[in-house]
């Protein structure tokens, strides 16, 4: 109940190793899925091995279904059925991060689990600690989700909000800079170098940031593309937003 299935060896292997990600069955559809499963399996402590379910066969076919009745999902016979983490509070989220360096995205009303997935795989590859949502108009847990991820669902906090502009008042209050990634920004992304405490805020395809997200920014940044091209996909915007952030100037 209120679970979901993920898929693929990435997915699968990441929730194992996450003693927080609670696993109600692991799957495989083929002798090699076993054998990897027993050799991740191998490398974990022997608590949390010991508190994960048995390895179960399951048809190839069966797997093939998992992801819905137009997808055909791409397993590499290794299959989980898992529960949803129980992600911490935002006040404390920033408790245990206060005056460190961080990195934060904030996705404004970005829906599509697939996006959200590609950009948390941006995230994990960039430092980034947490993703912040919403409650409402929010992409959900869920396993295609994970998929997109590639394993960095468990390997970062994704955190949801009441109220987006409020959790941006919160984190400025906690001398966190807030820019906002916009197609009409004052500054380019090169200008997010070299801030130690940052979060991106996100906009959806097509609407981008609201307004009440917009105003709340310290500023906002633009990717500059070519003028025929009319934008890009947010999880590309977040991977270029990331990497600027990461360097100390543009070469």
């Known amino acids: 109940q209120n679970g979901y299935m993920i898929w693929g060896r990435h997915a699968v292997f990441s929730a194992l190793e996450n003693n927080d990600r609670r696993v109600a069955q692991i799957y495989a559809a083929s002798n090699d899925g076993v054998s990897d499963l027993q050799s991740r399996l191998g490398t974990l402590p022997p608590e ?3 508190n994960l379910p048995p390895i179960q066969r399951i048809e190839r076919q069966r797997l093939d279904d998992v992801a819905g009745p137009h997808d055909k999902a791409v397993h590499q016979g290794i299959a989980a059925a898992v529960w949803p983490i129980e992600p911490p509070h935002l006040d404390d989220f920033l408790a245990l991060n206060h005056n460190a360096p961080l990195r934060l995205l904030l996705l404004d009303h970005v829906s599509d689990p697939r996006n959200v997935g590609a950009i948390m795989r941006s995230a994990r590859a960039f430092g980034v600690a ?5 409650f409402r108009h929010a992409a959900e847990e869920n396993g295609a ?3 997109a991820a590639s394993g960095a669902l468990d390997h970062l906090c994704y955190l949801r909000v009441t109220n987006l502009a409020r959790a941006i008042q919160r984190l400025q209050q906690d001398h966190i800079t807030v820019a906002g990634l916009a197609g009409d920004g004052d500054k380019t992304v090169a200008s997010l170098s070299g801030i130690d405490r940052l979060a991106v805020v996100l906009g959806a395809e097509g609407s981008g940031l609201r307004r009440l ?3 709340h920014c310290d500023y906002l940044v633009r990717i500059d593309i070519d003028r025929n091209s009319d ?4 999880s590309n915007a977040a991977a270029i937003a ?3 952030a990461s360097i100390p100037t543009f070469e």
């Open 48 to 50: 949390r091995r010991n």
């Open 130 to 134: 947490a993703v912040i949502t919403t």
């Open 145 to 147: 989700l994970a998929r």
């Open 213 to 215: 997200s917009r105003d």
């Open 231 to 234: 934008s890009l996909n947010v």
């Open 242 to 244: 990331l990497y600027a």
